[in-house]
Nanobody, 125 residues
Framework: QVRLAESGGGWVQAGDSLTLSCTVS????????TGWFRQAPGKEREFVSA????????SYADSVKGRFTISRDIAKNTVTLQMNNLKPEDTAVYYC??????????????????WGQGTQVTVSS
């Protein structure tokens, strides 16, 4: 079974950078993709970014496009979210998610079957 674990969250100032990592255990050899979501208190979980593991195709939410970069290291079984020019609105718990096999999409919470525990990112102005 696929297991995910996030790390790298912290408290930073607006304009700073932060890197989140997600370790993937039990990754299958076939179709597999991972995504990053975030959720602030009282808010719904929203899509941030996603990447496929075979070709490395990436997608980003409009709110983070140009500031965040997602990547994966197949040899290390990790996916990284590099966050630059952080803003207070980026404050949230960030979750790593994964989907095994084919799915209908990658931007909705229901598109994923596996989730990590989350890591807190706080950006102060």
């Amino acid at each position: 079974q696929v297991r995910l674990a996030e790390s790298g969250g912290g408290w930073v100032q607006a304009g700073d950078s932060l890197t989140l990592s997600c370790t993937v255990s039990g990754r299958p050899l076939g179709t597999f993709y991972t995504g990053w979501f975030r959720q602030a208190p009282g808010k719904e979980r929203e899509f941030v970014s996603a990447i496929t593991w075979n070709l490395g195709a990436t997608s980003y939410a409009d709110s983070v496009k140009g500031r965040f970069t997602i990547s994966r290291d197949i040899a290390k079984n990790t996916v990284t979210l590099q966050m630059n020019n952080l803003k207070p609105e980026d404050t949230a718990v960030y979750y790593c998610a994964a989907k095994v096999g084919y799915g209908l999409g990658y931007r909705a919470e229901s598109d994923y079957d596996n989730w990590g525990q989350g890591t807190q990112v706080t950006v102060s102005s």
